[in-house]
């Protein structure tokens, strides 16, 4: 688990906002989680640099807001507002669970030592939805890019506020990590929670395997051997499970905030797109980055359901296993553990509320045509309106 979580951990360091120190696979018990250290305040001095752009910027929106004259604005700047929400959660997270991210590395650094379980190599480690990965990489190369653009364009109208201008471009790249904290953090955690169910049956079908062949006198020799295999493969994934409701625990509450602000954001920045047009660079800015963050819960949502998908099968495999020549202690065993998986609670989830799978990603695919397709019909005479009772007020 913290060999996987290398990458994502020195991202975190660079951006200040991981509190967990020595953080070493070989040397777990020397890792500790502590906010009085000196990288605390260069953690806070960069989160509230960070804060004073965006939150200045979102201010001066703010004062400016006028839902009468631009309908489009004042729903983008409410929307603002839920995303610099949405980014403290996610920092609080960080810094305010550090202690027991710790404590899910450890519980997990001594499930790997139990099950002897062994990091997948080659392909196998590197199997995921390899084309949602690129396409996010692709969309953020342009995102990062097109910023890029901007900032340097405008520092070359304006020469004497460049260096702001370049801290400000460092700004919104912090702020834009903070966004997409939860995804980049639970989809190094994922996938090797991923790894652990799917090592367990692996491990069960080998001992089907064994004990479905050869003649019944062997199939009873290996019975004791066969069910301390499946209790063993019973307690390991009731073990994952534990662990994935430990890491599910910390982030729900940025879970049910990102998916929430989500829908919001993808319905605005279409709306948006429809009204102004894609070939202004802000709009399309915002267009990538929605699509950024929309892929990365889609990823996200995918090894949620992989993971189901891995508990499913494992209980498919029980109920096919063949008893016919094994013991009653194999029999209970193997009946006990299809009765204890639970595809479902393998599954994260945001709160309790809902769980992270295909047929959430449907539901918001459909909410989202539905609502922006109310937008558009609908913003033209709201405004209408909202002029009209704001000129009769004035009057």
Not at 79 to 92: D, E, I, P, S
Not at 319 to 347: C, K, W
Request: charged letters at 20%; one cysteine or more.
């Amino acid at each position: 688990m913290v060999e996987n979580f290398t990458f994502c951990r020195l991202l975190c360091q660079f951006f200040g906002c991981f509190f967990i120190f020595d953080l070493n696979g070989r040397r777990l018990h020397d890792a500790r989680a502590t906010l009085k250290t000196a990288y605390t305040a260069y953690a806070l001095a960069l989160f509230c640099v960070c804060l004073y752009f965006e939150g200045g910027s979102l201010i001066g929106r703010l004062a400016r807001l006028d839902f009468s004259r631009q309908f489009a604005d004042a729903v983008s700047t409410l929307l603002n507002v839920a995303l610099m929400v949405k980014v403290v959660v996610n920092f609080g997270c960080m810094a305010f669970h550090s202690g027991r991210l710790l404590d899910f590395f450890h519980k997990c650094k001594e499930y790997e030592k139990r099950s002897a379980f062994k990091r997948p190599s080659g392909r196998e480690a590197l199997k995921r939805d390899w084309i949602v990965s690129i396409i996010r990489l692709c969309i953020l190369t342009v995102a990062v890019s097109m910023a890029g653009i901007l900032v340097i364009s405008m520092a070359t109208n304006s020469s004497k506020r460049a260096p702001r201008q370049v801290a400000r471009f460092f700004c919104v790249a912090v702020y834009f990590f903070y966004d997409s904290l939860v995804y980049l953090l639970l989809r190094s955690v994922g996938e090797v929670l991923v790894w652990y169910v799917r090592a367990q049956r692996v491990t069960f079908e080998k001992c089907c395997a064994a004990v479905s062949r050869g003649t019944p006198v062997a199939a009873l020799r290996r019975g004791r051997w066969a069910s301390l295999t499946v209790e063993s493969v019973r307690q390991r994934v009731c073990e994952v499970r534990e662990l994935k409701c430990f890491i599910n625990g910390i982030w729900s509450t940025a879970i049910s905030i990102s998916s929430g602000t989500l829908v919001w954001m993808v319905c605005i920045t279409l709306y948006t797109a429809l009204k102004a047009g894609v070939f202004r660079a802000d709009v399309c800015l915002s267009l990538c980055y929605t699509a950024y963050i929309f892929l990365s819960f889609l990823e996200l949502a995918c090894i949620s359901q992989t993971m189901r998908d891995e508990a499913h099968k494992l209980k498919e495999v029980a109920r096919r296993a063949s008893t016919l020549n094994a013991t009653d202690s194999y029999f209970r065993q193997v009946e006990f553990l299809h009765y204890t998986i639970d595809p479902d609670g393998m599954s994260i989830s945001g709160s309790g509320f809902f769980r992270l799978d295909k047929q959430l990603v449907v539901s918001i695919v459909g909410s989202l045509i539905t609502l922006t397709v109310i937008l558009v019909q609908t913003s033209d005479e709201l405004s209408q309106r909202m002029r009209e009772r704001a000129a009769s007020t004035s009057s």
